[in-house]
């Protein structure tokens, strides 16, 4: 009856499923016909989230492909690594367009990611057929595609605040670090101690250094962006709040470049993409400043006295690091503006 | 060109003039044409929130009505207690619409306001005829009316879990006891000891105990309720969140009254009110369970040992404890649905 | 070599265990010879509590009484609810000093400890022998006790803030009611849903209402206070913090008692208790100012209008309401200064 | 009568100043004998701090020398930046030794000082005198001492991360890259927008990036440690919560050295230094694990692929950033143990 577009959203109890879920209600052409979860089949989504009362009070479905396609066109994966390599291949099968939120498609090397992720790789025809979703750079590739890849939360963050220097050989590759902070949901929902609240409030810690997962994903897009292989010191921290990341960037300028040379030439490269703001001289965004929203916010400073570079890119990580840039690709794949059912306000405070 | 509705909000350099930006931003209807600030007038809001960028970039106008009404229908007021008394008559005589969301005009009696704002009380005519804007509880004077003064924060929160019990006498009026907590954002963007970070977090402090203005204003409500004058014992905490009031209430019942008879009894008085949800047995709603929404949502527990219950009320101090709730009141008194614009689901986590 | 008095801390790596060891460090006239824990026996505290590194080194003892009482005198229990009733006659029977901090043997009553906890009940016998610790009322019973029960965190939070005046009968036993809020470090370090860093921060909740297991032992307490059997009804909200509990407490007052007569009879009945402390008229406790230290502040409201009086009482859950109040306990038994080892400034901000 | 050394604590109501009071409370051998505040003095220092109720109950007293000399040996300076340059001097010729916190003296460079803080640079002959107390690295020269600046709250948590490589020509020092983090005290107790709870409650921000006035007070000790200038990159971040600051740092390596390497580097150069804890293989500090502590934690990554050593450093700004190093200093200024009245285990959780 409706004519909007079906939409499936597997892994619908976790932080990503649950901010599609949020996102998408307010989408114009998109209707959420199924909400699917293995784990919790068949009971309403309202035990474990209670704040959907009144809004989603179905029963969740389970993952099979047939049931899935009478109900919906496009399904989201928002599962644990692992998981979407079963799925995928799957949905596509049964002429579902598919959207994976999860790692197990963004690296195209299956060794890579045997390596990084401690699991089997996807197949690899289905490796190849996964657009890699980092719209602003590669939308060309998301256009018309029927199976994407979304960025993960931190190369998000760090491709949109580095490509365009790395691709105009205004830095140094070489050079480049990356000191990235993240809330504590991009952890998701599953507890432990280390996730545990006393254990995080009123504390700042580093964790897995040069060792995180995102850190292949960051190299293959950079290497891509330079032309050459690309390798990076790259340091994850956690902060105490929920949702937000901020990752501080250096790099040695080549070059005479100036601040304002910076600014314009990001300003430039993000030329119509509406969710890439680019600060001023002198202002450094904050991760609040795009709290519940798609956008992300870059700022930069130059030390003539070091001749690096200092790049600030904030993202909210549920949302531009998550279910905002999944809705962001379904929009390009689609065809549609991909401002769709994305033009949130940040919330602030 | 637009067939919107103009609006007009005053005070927007505050949280919650900066609140009113952001959930108008996707109202169907109306179209913000004037942000205004006495004291920031010509410069772009996005010097103080940079959030806005790309979103409103345009210079903050000044609060002269007759500009105003070139550009607006309605204007809201998020201005702080002591101005609307001043702005409202002009306005109001200008032709706009005016929907305060100050204490200034929520008091009918001159003599409490000057009381417990300390303040010179706004015109008796004028008093008469803004209309007390809790819809749920008054709707029926806000449609159609030109003039609505919004709720405080706490009343809305309590009186929303209470009316209901007082108004079917199912208990002691005399009886009641509010214990109210609140997020810190209610306390405004000055710049204090009593607001400032290091003082704040990982601090939980109870403040004016007895002496908060919104004490008459909820007991001018109840006692309409009841029929008789209302006095109550309000206690008023600082929790260290941003957003979130929380109500937890306490009263003798009267008659024999189950738990399942307050479920009842609640789902019947809020029956089609779409921001109030009803929490069923042995589950008490949380304040991240309305974060960033319209809802108000309540949930009881009943004592046979002591034959009391026990009401907790939660609402999103800037939205339903202000912004939203104007809204809401906008929606109804031009006659369009009253969650036009309002439907946001809750940001969890 | 040493002459100080032998300690054993069972349930070392529990948040009340290594809070003991954090106090006693510094406390002149005990060591803490053997840190236990049955989990983890044989590897070092530092492994799970690296904040220890340097300072603890050495491994986990496992729960023997004949090896404990090779190395101490005094053994505290800081292990979860039905752990203590099977331990402690053991240490007992080896002529060891117990103090219990669960809630094992507090309850009086087996049927009472039954129906609260939904576990075993300890034997009669130990159940008659254990004092209830808490120093500033029942400091006669501890002082030569070789076995206290310390008391819950809520209980003394709210006892030490209504025994004085149900004691005076200024205020109507019937009529309290106990408004509780407390960090989440309270909990323990089990990671659940329930404790998530995400699900916590930025959130208000109330939970157990009406149910929780303290409320029989701040019942007993009150009841042998008044001379007759008291009923209360009593809140618990989760604030996100780690540490503090406020008690905000309502009753109705009985006589003509003014604010200053409620402070005058608190500052006489706790005249010579270092570690409570009355606020002045118009200054009411926060959790922060008690952060660190075995202090409990206590603040008033006295309403004329409502005839009710307001008290309001804060703790650190960690030191007064558990691990301080323990060593304050022993300091009792042994006949030392009661404030011995445990005159910490509260760490503020 | 008291045999033990009289302290004067200058600019008490500060979060400095308030610290040291907090830690001196429990030192063996001396006394703080007067607290002072030029703003607050003849008003009891409980009435901004009323966590001080029943610890410090007299009034504030002013700033004079003499009155000073009166009752002090030792004055510590816990005032803001342009204040210490103007008193230290007078207390200095009355006899008295002096301990300043502030930025005054640290830079032996006055043009460096008024570039750096824009405002006037202390006298010559007094910066000359004044020893920057560092005492693990600069220790010799504090021993006797009886004028000792101490250290910033970052440079104090980089230094302590950097010199020994530095100094041992490890690492380039042309490389580093310095990427700090600060919870809000370090900002102080006055209240600004910047350090409002909302504004800050769940969000990270950088600021003064490249131009913190820190970064020439590490420049000259790194300068001093390689014999060559150095300069560096230094960014500065505000962490939503009260105390702590980490350090996370990054150096190319020169010549072969592993992470055992490093490891075994440190624990030599900082043996027997109490307060400098080394971490082992794959184990980096986070800033509560040293919270109300004087100790600084420190971590090491070396990635092979880059070549690059990250140096993780943590400490409370509060103690080992502020108070508590000022007080290790003035133990070693006056000959006795580093680590008397200093040997506060941290809190945690």
């Known amino acids: 009856m409706s004519n909007k577009t079906g939409i499936a959203i597997v892994g619908s109890t976790g932080y990503g499923g649950v901010e599609l879920i949020r996102l998408l209600a307010s989408h114009p052409q998109v209707e959420v016909t199924s909400v699917i979860s293995s784990s919790s089949a068949g009971t309403p989504i309202t035990d474990g989230y209670p704040h959907l009362a009144g809004i989603r009070e179905e029963l969740l479905d389970d993952v099979e492909p047939a049931k899935i396609k009478e109900k919906a066109d496009i399904v989201f994966l928002a599962t644990p690594a692992g998981v979407a390599s079963k799925l995928a291949p799957q949905y596509l099968e049964a002429g579902l367009k598919v959207i994976d939120l999860s790692g197990d498609y963004r690296l195209k090397s299956p060794q890579l990611y045997e390596q990084w992720y401690g699991k089997p790789a996807a197949g690899k025809a289905y490796l190849e057929q996964a657009v890699f979703g980092l719209a602003e750079i590669y939308g060309d590739n998301v256009r018309g595609a029927s199976f994407v890849s979304n960025p993960g939360c931190y190369p998000t963050a760090t491709l949109l605040g580095l490509v365009p220097a790395v691709k105009a050989g ?162 390009v794949m689609m065809g549609w503006d991909e401002t769709l059912g994305l033009q949130f306000v940040p919330a602030y405070p």
């Open 170 to 331: 205004w830095i140094d590759p070489a050079s480049i670090i990356i000191d990235a902070k993240s809330g504590v949901s991009g952890a998701g929902r599953g507890a432990s101690l280390g996730t545990h609240y006393s254990e995080l409030n009123e504390n700042f810690k580093a964790y897995k250094v040069n060792k995180h997962q995102h850190i292949p994903e960051i190299e293959m897009v950079l290497g891509d962006a330079a032309g050459v292989p690309v390798v990076t010191t790259f340091t994850t921290h956690l902060v105490p709040m929920t949702r937000g990341i901020m990752s501080t960037m250096y790099a040695t300028i080549q070059g005479d470049r100036s601040l304002s040379d910076f600014i314009g030439l990001y300003k430039q490269f993000y030329e119509g993409r509406s969710f890439v703001r680019i600060r001023p001289e002198g202002q450094w965004p904050a991760t609040k400043e795009v709290w519940g929203s798609n956008y992300c916010d870059i700022g930069f400073a130059v030390d003539e006295r070091t001749n690096r570079v200092t790049i600030v890119s904030v993202i909210d990580n549920l949302v531009k690091g998550a279910a905002g840039q999944a809705i962001q690709n379904m929009n």
